[in-house]
DNA sequence: CTAGGGTTAG
């Protein structure tokens, strides 16, 4: 009996533990435990198996479930249901299935849990189809679908770019009743706003309220990443505000969410604030609220800081790489950055893609003609580019008149399929065809017959920067085509 | 135990 209640409560240190992202403290209770007798037990393991899904991966769930085994206990649904979830988040999907097999193949009956996470799974892996088949295999089990199951749903339809069959399928579970939970306002709410529905995602957001549902942090800091996102700086603000009146708590993802929007729109005290608040608040930082720390000292210039920081870290990741490149650009570093991205190569796995954007980037805005060089030998030894690439290296040979080359290297990119915006096609097109006419121009006539005026007011008609929505700034200064 | 929200380049 005492051993009973002695691992009851053990369990409940270990879950809270967990809890808190301290897994190591975690198995350091289980490993006291044992030596003073008390026996970790299914619940204990299970525990553990989803922290270490949720927190390393599946392979590192598995150490756990071998201990189980060992000490002479059998994996429940719970177990499976917590491995299965663990493989869709690292989109495993032949793992989950195996997984699934060994359930039914042990003789445990699959609950709501075990589908859901399996259809997550396929959805993820990009096979809706199947998933939907998880669904009606779900129906014929007898098994009632809960409200997670429409929300993995009206989640994959939102990732999948049909937010109308998302809300379709919300106002449906409306109609007949089924209970719909904050996740769903949530996601719904989000995928309004990332398939540029701005309004209908508000909407959305009052009708919760109206609902009498208390909105959480994720909801804030969704609604404030939306009203960002359609330049709604105010409405963004204001909302930034609601989760302090709310008494919602932040978390570490909500910090990071604000500071990074802080960062861009260039609040640096504020943002400054949160981080303070983060470092008071969160603990032991992860991974992410350490790169968003750094990149806020990089962005406020302080290099050595940022540097200190990183020093205390051992593990790095992409963005780590990608704010250290860029924090070394914006201090004319160019030569460091090059070298780590470059040291990049053998120490890591990630994709250089960024690093060399944000070189490339800082390169061309200098307006220099060797550094327009440099960052031409980079874009040509780039493995893979994207529409950040080119826009900069546009944007950089108009800046030197050189339309011809960036005529020549955007006709590449758009026979690669780089879609590129308008304003940056005009400035490329626009720059050609005067500096064309220039030359035909100054081969024509003589200098002295030339009239300014008749000259110049008609270029204007034809000049990118004319036009109201064009931003002046990417096109380079208008006196290198008029000289 | 599951579903939703986080970090980089313009």
Redesign the pocket.
């Known amino acids: 009996m005492t051993r009973r209640v002695s691992t009851r409560l053990m369990n409940i240190c270990v879950?809270s533990l967990?809890?808190a992202r301290r897994v190591d403290a975690a198995e350091r209770v289980v490993a006291d435990g044992i030596r003073l007798g008390c026996l970790p037990d299914v619940v204990t393991y299970?525990?553990l198996v989803?922290?270490y899904?949720?927190l390393v991966g599946v392979d590192a769930a598995y150490s756990v479930l071998h201990r189980m085994r060992e000490a002479g206990l059998h994996p429940n649904?719970?177990?499976y249901?917590?491995l299965?979830?663990?493989s869709?988040?690292g989109r495993r999907l032949p793992l989950s299935l195996d997984l699934f097999e060994e359930l039914l193949r042990v003789g445990l009956s699959p609950?709501?849990?075990t589908y859901?996470?399996l259809m997550?799974c396929l959805f993820?892996s990009g096979c809706p189809d199947h998933a939907l088949r998880v669904l009606m295999s779900m129906e014929s089990a007898n098994l009632a679908p809960?409200?997670?199951?429409y929300?993995?749903l009206i989640?994959d339809l939102?990732?999948r770019g049909a937010a109308r069959d998302a809300l379709r399928l919300f106002r449906y579970l409306e109609r007949v009743g089924f209970p719909r939970?904050?996740?769903?306002f949530?996601?719904l709410i989000?995928g309004l706003f990332k398939s540029g529905r701005f309004g209908t995602a508000r909407r959305l957001f009052w009708e919760l309220l109206g609902s009498g549902r208390a909105p959480?942090?994720?909801?804030y800091?969704?609604m404030m990443?939306g009203c960002f996102r359609s330049r709604r700086f105010e409405e963004g603000l204001t909302m930034l505000g609601e989760i302090r009146r709310a008494g919602c708590r932040?978390?570490?993802?909500?910090?990071?969410?604000v500071?990074?929007?802080l960062?861009?729109m260039g609040k640096m005290e504020a943002a400054s604030d949160f981080v303070e608040e983060m470092i008071a608040q969160?603990g032991v930082?992860?991974?992410?609220?350490?790169?968003?720390q750094i990149?806020l000292c990089f962005?406020l210039g302080k290099m050595d800081d940022g540097l200190d920081l990183l020093n205390q870290v051992d593990e790095i990741?992409?963005?780590?790489?990608?704010?250290l490149?860029?924090g070394l650009?914006?201090n004319n570093r160019f030569l460091g950055a090059y070298n780590l991205l470059k040291s990049m190569a053998t120490t890591g796995t990630w994709s250089n893609?960024?690093?060399?954007?944000?070189i490339i980037?800082?390169l061309c805005?200098q307006g220099k003609v060797e550094s327009m060089n440099f960052a031409m030998m980079l874009f040509s030894e780039m493995e893979r580019t994207?529409?950040?690439?080119y826009?900069?290296l546009l944007?950089g040979l108009c800046k030197l008149g050189r339309f011809l080359e960036a005529f020549r290297i955007m006709m590449a990119g758009v026979r690669k399929g780089v879609r590129l915006?308008t304003s940056v096609q005009r400035a490329v097109l626009t720059g050609l065809r005067l500096s064309r006419h220039k030359l035909h121009a100054r081969k024509l006539s003589a200098p002295s017959s030339q009239v300014p005026g008749k000259a110049g007011s008609e270029s204007r008609s034809g000049l990118a920067w004319a036009d109201p929505n064009l931003d002046r700034d990417?096109i380079g200064d208008p006196a290198v085509l008029r000289d």
């Open positions: 879950a967990c809890r299970n525990t989803a922290a899904c949720r649904v719970v177990t249901n917590s299965i979830a663990g869709a988040r609950d709501v849990w859901n996470n997550h993820r809960s409200s997670a199951t929300n993995i989640n939102c990732k939970d904050l996740v769903t949530n996601t989000d959480n942090v994720v909801t800091t969704t990443k932040f978390d570490a993802f909500a910090y990071c969410n500071i990074s929007v960062i861009k969160c930082l992860d991974r992410v609220c350490r790169n968003t990149n962005k990741d992409g963005y780590t790489v990608s704010i490149v860029d650009c914006r893609l960024v690093p060399y954007n944000c980037g800082a805005k994207d529409s950040f690439t826009a900069s944007h915006p990417r």
